[in-house]
């Protein structure tokens, strides 16, 4: 089932399930990218039960069912390092007459088998390993940021944000480095789980906000070009956590006051985004 976009819709979502009961698959195999991994978890969901995708969906315009009959079983083969999806049970997905992008899952959306071979990735080429990149760079430092954090999360994203820091502008500079790609394959796996131990705040809720009405805008680029803004605001209402995620992007905060600790956090995000090649994304 080749129609998945990179923001995906709804009725593709019933669509690939309608395929995928005419044909009596066993299993969802998604091989891709974050969509292409999320519609394969909705679709896995919707090859079982009945109605519409938007019926199970818990918020918005959602009609809040729960999906009784199960799930296919789904395997993530992922390309890309950004979306963490083979390592979590979040799948995002838009209705497109209502423009409302809305996260979901549960236990039957997590991946049964989950491939992460960085040898797949070695051909996406510079933006999109940027984008990409960087989404992978917000899932970590959301889930640090986040009320709901805990020590394996914070282990995990504070690693993370070091590997990203690290090893996308190399992987940007040159795709066929397989060092960068592996720490970055690795990386991508570690914000996912931090996903499913946390959770994002709401960066990510804006950004889809963005992206379901401009689907034209890659999820990565629209989190990258609301990020400096958004985190500088945070980073002066609750900057208790901010130094150590400047201290895992390498900035020097020992000798800054508690204030410029914080907004280090900022000086490393701007640092990453003009590395990763995205620092003349603009939303106009």
Known sequence: ???????????HVDEGAALA????????LGLGGGSTIDSSKSIAVMAKNPGAYWDYI????????????????????TTTAGTGTEADPWTVITKSDTNEKIGWGCDLTYPSLS???????LSVPPKTTGYTGMDAFFHSVEAYLATIHQPAS???????????????????????????RTMLAWANTEAGICESLSSCISHHSLEHSVSAYHPEIAHGAGL???????????????????????????????????KDQALAFVSGLKKLIKNAGLADESLA
């Not at 818990?58 to 083969?77: D, F, H, N, T």
């Not at 980073?235 to 020097?252: D, H, T, V």
């Open 1 to 11: 089932f080749d129609k998945i976009l990179p923001n995906p819709l709804t009725e």
């Open 21 to 28: 009961r005419a044909e009596g698959c066993d299993f969802v």
């Open 58 to 77: 818990q918020a918005g315009s959602g009609g809040r069912k729960q999906p009784a009959l199960g799930a296919l079983p789904i395997v993530a083969v």
């Open 115 to 121: 491939i992460v071979d960085p040898e797949l990735m």
């Open 154 to 180: 914070d282990r995990l994203a504070l690693e993370a944000v070091s590997l990203i820091t690290k090893y996308l502008p190399k992987a940007v500079k040159d795709g066929t480095n397989l060092e960068a």
């Open 224 to 258: 990258t070009m609301l990020s400096v803004a958004y985190f500088t605001d945070l980073a002066k209402k609750a900057p208790e956590r901010f130094p150590e995620l400047a201290r895992a992007m390498g900035e020097e905060v020992d000798s800054l006051s508690p």
